[in-house]
T-cell receptor
Framework: GNSVTQMEGPVTLSEEAFLTINCTYTATGYPSLFWYVQYPGEGLQLLLKATKADDKGSNKGFEATYRKETTSFHLEKGSVQVSDSAVYFCALSEENYGGSQGNLIFGKGTKLSVKP | EPEVTQTPSHQVTQMGQEVILRCVPISNHLYFYWYRQILGQKVEFLVSFYNNEISEKSEIFDDQFSVERPDGSNFTLKIRSTKLEDSAMYFC??????????FGPGTRLTVL
């Protein structure tokens, strides 16, 4: 079945450090890939997405490239800020382009703490 | 941007009681979802709903759970007889065809 595997947290970084959160997936078809972020006390927000191989999603300085050959979608940011402290979830969706489904399969989440 | 809303933000109930969690999806969306997140664990798919019927459900979504879209705007999740292990954050999401799902802020359910 489809699955998502993320690196274990928590990850603690100093402000302006480089961030990488690894994510790999298993899927039978051609999924869309997502990173969601959950700030303390809040719900899930879409951070970025990529819908096909070699696509790069980017938002708020975060980037992730859809690598079909390594089945990966690692999240990176060149210089993290204290406000980036949150839990980050990698997810996939096997979109049926007839439009019917698209339920998401999430990884376990990686908690990021950025210290000033 | 339009938002999915959920009420209440926090629900406390006694074990064995029925609870109804409410969601108001985006008005022109056609696909509706419930997910849950037990504290410290990953977000898990519960059920998807399209064209006034369940289109897919997970193993978690047993006979104690039901969903309904009673009036064309609300989308509810009912748990008939809550158990301690039902304590979790419950997220509603909705989407339009081919578009990304938008999530609500969640309802924290605490079963005592």
């Amino acid at each position: 079945g489809n699955s998502v595997t993320q690196m274990e947290g928590p990850v603690t970084l100093s402000e302006e450090a480089f961030l990488t959160i690894n994510c790999t997936y298993t899927a039978t078809g051609y999924p869309s890939l997502f990173w969601y972020v959950q700030y303390p006390g809040e719900g899930l927000q879409l951070l970025l997405k990529a819908t096909k191989a070699d696509d790069k999603g980017s938002n708020k300085g975060f980037e992730a490239t859809y690598r079909k050959e390594t089945t990966s979608f690692h999240l990176e940011k060149g210089s993290v800020q204290v406000s980036d402290s949150a839990v980050y979830f990698c997810a996939l969706s096997e979109e049926n382009y007839g439009g019917s489904q698209g339920n998401l399969i999430f990884g376990k989440g990686t908690k990021l703490s950025v210290k000033p | 941007e339009p938002e999915v809303t959920q009420t209440p933000s926090h629900q406390v109930t006694q074990m064995g009681q029925e609870v109804i969690l409410r969601c108001v999806p985006i008005s022109n969306h056609l696909y509706f979802y419930w997910y849950r997140q037990i504290l410290g664990q990953k977000v898990e798919f519960l059920v998807s709903f399209y064209n006034n019927e369940i289109s897919e459900k997970s193993e978690i979504f047993d006979d104690q759970f039901s969903v309904e879209r009673p009036d064309g705007s609300n989308f509810t999740l009912k748990i008939r007889s809550t158990k301690l292990e039902d304590s979790a954050m419950y997220f509603c999401a909705s989407k339009q065809t081919g578009a990304r799902a938008l999530f609500g802020p969640g309802t924290r359910l605490t079963v005592l």
